[in-house]
């Protein structure tokens, strides 16, 4: 599974040194598998967060920025964890119980 992601980042115009910036990240997810033991499986999905800060353009707009994506990145990649790999390990293992499929997720 290779995640894709699309990051769009706005930047209002200035105000008293500071500026109203926007970023908005989309993550988008594809597993397929196919094979004699399992079975085919596929389950896709996607996931896009924004968010919205007044900062001061002291640091620079690319410090700003850079900042929030790094914010951004850490809530995204704990929504991933919980939401679609916690998720998924769940129905599956409803779906299809261990004693018929092993599946072992990555641990964080």
Do not use: W
């Not at 079975?39 to 007044?54: A, E, P, V, Y």
């Amino acid at each position: 599974m290779a995640p894709r992601q699309v990051k769009v980042a706005e930047v209002g115009p200035e105000e008293e040194g500071t500026s109203h910036y926007r970023l908005t990240s989309t993550v988008m997810l594809s597993l397929t598998t196919d094979n004699e033991s399992s079975g085919t499986f596929s389950l896709s999905g996607s996931i896009r967060r924004q968010m919205n800060m007044h900062l001061s353009v002291q640091e620079g707009h690319l410090c700003n920025m850079g900042r929030m994506i790094e914010e951004m990145e850490s809530k995204l990649r704990n929504s991933l964890d919980q939401v679609y790999f916690g998720k998924t390990k769940e129905m599956v293992c409803t779906l299809r119980p261990p004693s018929e499929v092993v599946m072992r997720l990555p641990d964080s």
